[in-house]
T-cell receptor
């Protein structure tokens, strides 16, 4: 089955700096890669996702890049703000429809924004 | 985005009792719902997948008689923790999706279960 590795487990950056979280996956058939943000005591929220036919996707301060050859994808947050502090999870799915079935999650990255 | 509501958000119960957690998709029809368990500072562990009108598919190691899942309609799935014990204390999260290429996953807010 799919195996998703996420690094680092904890990331501390100064407010205003950029943060990068990296994930690797094992199943070359994976075709859907979402990122979730989880605040303390709440459920995860989808913040951005990318499908295997695209190499990069951007939404304001958040971007995701995908390297299918190397089987890794990364989350980039620019101009970090205190409200970006949370746990971020990457995930990968090899569902034939490219949907969310059968998602495998990374172990999460605790992002801390230092004021 | 789509909204998934989970209830209750927290519950405390005595050992031996059963607890039901509801997961509702408020503005879309969820063909599939997932139930996860999350321990402190850890990732989401998939417990089971449920499709409307059919029996849930449980992950290896998850006791189906202990964690009863019912997906009675396209907008409601329930998880019942039967004869709860302190080791069942955890954060339970549901998610819902519509199948297909645009099948994004939407999570509920989670339910904190504490068994005394």
């Amino acid at each position: 089955g799919e195996n998703v590795e996420q690094h680092p487990s904890t990331l501390s950056v100064q407010e205003g700096d950029s943060a990068v979280i990296k994930c690797t996956y094992s199943d070359s058939a994976s075709n859907y890669f979402p990122w979730y943000k989880q605040e303390l005591g709440k459920g995860p929220q989808l913040i951005i996702d990318i499908r295997s036919n695209v190499g990069e996707k951007k939404d304001q301060r958040i971007a995701v890049t995908l390297n299918k050859t190397a089987k890794h994808f990364s989350l980039h947050i620019t101009e970090t703000q205190p409200e970006d502090s949370a746990v971020y999870f990457c995930a990968a799915s090899s569902s034939p429809g490219g949907g969310a079935d059968g998602l495998t999650f990374g172990k999460g990255t605790h992002l801390i924004i230092q004021p | 985005g789509a909204v998934v509501s989970q209830h209750p958000s927290w519950v405390i119960c005595k050992s031996g009792t059963s607890v039901k957690i509801e997961c509702r998709s408020l503005d879309f029809q969820a063909t599939t719902m997932f139930w996860y368990r999350q321990f402190p500072k850890q990732s989401l562990m998939l417990m089971a997948t449920s499709n409307e009108g059919s029996k849930a598919t449980y992950e290896q190691g998850v006791e189906k008689d202990k964690f009863l899942i019912n997906h009675a309609s396209l907008t409601l799935s329930t998880l019942t923790v039967t004869s709860a014990h302190p080791e069942d204390s955890s954060f339970y999260i549901c998610s819902a999706t519509t199948s297909g290429r645009s099948g994004e996953l939407f999570f509920g807010e989670g339910s904190r279960l504490t068994v005394l």
